[in-house]
């Protein structure tokens, strides 16, 4: 069902004026009230007056994650911090996470479009949903979590952890749907498989996202499980899960533009891309007042569509994920920089630089590998102190990536050495 | 008296451990004992061999991760009792063995090689209670009565 006909069914014109509107006040408050972009606005020449509306959006200068970080924690918070009720953080490049602040209006807002989605994909008060995204500073869990409570649904905060006691719960419960990642779904399928409990749920909804996934997976996911898959897409920047979802036509996410302009870069030239073309998605948040952002690089490659969709909806859609615009790989749902591997190899300080990331997904489920060179001034004739150095540096890794990496010693110059940027990265997972 | 074992890392890939062998060849060094660790990813080649300085240089120029380090061949007769005679006098003083094997140099008694916790406390008692150990040449050059 359409949950805010009003918003996800306007004209384009209703849009536009909309957006034009929201980002006049916006900008006007982001300029009074933080530093950041009254300087950027300023070294431009411009004033909050000479933004009209959304045709004047590209005067303005990108916001990046570096930005973030440069303003870290709360630098470019919009409102004092009382206002504030909660924060997230995501992965930075380096050490420094990536905090967001919401104020009460902001959770309001992220969940009512949270039960857009959940609407979109048929979920209503009769269900019973299991939410197992990581509850804590990742914004899966709770994001989900507040959007399936304003809808009314039954939740079951499972977060991430024991699969068997979701099954359990699952099939105990009658659990009709679930909110996770692709990939964690297709292994709760396995499970159930090699159980021979897989036609003993009642599982009839999934909405799948935090990490990218294809057309063949969602039918692999659908045939398996007996239901409908749907995609959720959102990044903490921006608010969380729920700034684009797709609907039962599958032809691309809606973005909530009432609330997200989008636009389409390309990422070399920062030039706009026309409609259709593949380019780097950026947001401009318009009702955000905690951490509004002006035109977010998301890094996210995707194109975009105004077309009235076949469900009914206005909203533009974005078509699936095309990849990145930076060296960011998402590992069960967590995003993580090469650049994170390295500081923390470095900080240790008992490990060469040289170091290769091998990403796989065994049994649908991603695992990380770290190959480290084993140097001589660390090397030693004893197992249990080797053993030692392997355990200390996957538990560093742990630490700085918040997900369990597989650490594995080398030999000496066994690791690819490259002119100019050496290759840290193996994907050996099959996503496009 | 010290000796000195060369140990090398070496990952658990096709040809890496034909490759050490080969290395030590070409250079004329002698292997007089090893032994061999192994773990699911990697394994530790520890050896006695003629030339350990040269040795540690050859494989690092191979590109191997390889060092030196201080063990010691304690003489034992070759009868029953022996080593559980050795190993008492090390439990009581305190001292843990990382690990040993034999070295094949010792004519028609038998040396063992060990890493103890504490080498020196080792060497004072086995001393103390009698108990040779093999000096540099003995333990590098091969001193057995066998030819072939």
């Given at each position: 069902m359409i949950w805010n006909e009003t918003k996800e069914c306007m004209s384009r014109d209703q849009i536009h004026n909309l957006q034009s509107a929201r980002l006049k006040k916006m900008v006007n408050r982001v300029y009074h009230n933080v530093e950041f972009y009254r300087k950027k606005m300023q070294e431009l020449g411009m004033e909050p007056g000479d933004i009209n509306g959304l045709e004047d959006l590209q005067k303005l200068s990108f916001t990046t994650k570096n930005d973030l970080r440069e303003n870290y924690p709360f630098g470019l918070f919009a409102v004092p911090q009382s206002e504030i009720v909660r924060v997230h953080a995501s992965s930075g490049t380096t050490g420094k996470a990536t905090v967001v602040g919401y104020t009460r209006r902001d959770i309001e807002i992220w969940q009512e479009c949270v039960t857009r989605v959940l609407a979109m994909a048929g979920?209503?008060?009769?269900d019973k949903i299991q939410v197992a995204y990581g509850y804590g500073l990742f914004t899966g869990g709770l994001g989900l979590h507040y959007g399936a409570e304003n809808l009314g649904a039954t939740v079951?905060?499972?977060?991430?952890?024991s699969t068997q006691k979701l099954i359990t719960m699952m099939q105990d419960f009658g659990v009709t749907a679930i909110a996770c990642t692709p990939s964690y779904l297709l292994h709760i399928a396995e499970m159930l498989e090699e159980a021979g409990q897989i036609n003993n749920i009642n599982l009839k909804v999934a909405i799948c996202g935090a990490e990218p996934w294809t057309e063949n997976m969602r039918k692999e996911i659908e045939t398996k499980l007996h239901l409908k898959a749907y995609d959720i897409y959102g990044l903490s920047e921006i608010m969380g899960p729920g700034v684009a979802a797709d609907c039962e036509c599958h032809a691309g996410l809606h973005v909530y533009e009432d609330h997200f302009i989008p636009e389409i870069i390309?990422?070399?030239?920062l030039e706009p891309c026309k409609e259709g073309e593949v380019g780097e998605l950026v947001f401009t948040t318009i009702t955000k007042e905690g951490l509004p952002l002006i035109?977010?690089?998301?890094r996210d490659l995707t194109s975009i569509n105004y077309e009235k969709c076949e469900c009914g909806r206005t909203l533009a859609r974005i078509s699936r994920f095309k990849g990145r615009s930076d060296d960011m790989l998402i590992i069960r749902g967590v995003n993580i920089f090469p650049s994170q591997v390295e500081a923390a190899l470095l900080e240790l300080g008992?490990?060469?630089?040289h170091y290769l990331m091998i990403v796989d997904r065994i049994n649908n489920l991603d695992v990380l590998e770290v190959q480290v060179e084993v140097e001589e001034r660390f090397f030693s004739d004893e197992i249990k102190q080797l053993e030692g150095l392997t355990k200390k540096i996957a538990h560093a890794l742990q630490t700085a990536l918040g997900l369990s990496v597989k650490v594995k010693l080398v030999e000496p110059r066994t690791i690819e050495r490259s002119q100019g940027?050496?290759?840290r990265v193996i994907d050996r997972r099959k996503l496009i | 008296m010290l000796i000195k074992q060369l140990s090398v890392f070496i990952e658990n890939r096709k040809g890496r451990l034909e490759r050490v062998t080969e290395t030590l060849c070409k250079h004329n060094i002698n292997i007089l004992s090893f032994s061999l660790a192994d773990t699911s990813e990697y394994g530790l080649l520890r050896m006695i061999v003629s030339d350990p300085e040269f040795g540690k240089k050859v494989l690092k120029e191979e590109g191997f991760s390889a060092k030196l380090t201080d063990v010691i061949a304690v003489k034992i007769a070759q009868k029953p009792g022996t080593l559980h005679d050795v190993l008492k006098l090390l439990f009581e003083a305190e001292l843990s063995v990382e690990y040993m094997y034999t070295l094949s140099t010792a004519g028609k008694n038998t040396s063992i090689i060990m890493k103890l916790s504490d080498l020196e406390t080792a060497l004072a008692t086995l001393d103390k209670h009698g108990y040779q150990v093999c000096t540099a040449s003995e333990a590098y050059e091969n001193n057995d009565f066998v030819d072939k």
């Open positions: 979920v209503g008060a009769q079951i905060p499972m977060s991430t952890g390309n990422p070399d030239t035109r977010y690089r998301t008992e490990t060469s630089p940027k050496a290759k | -």
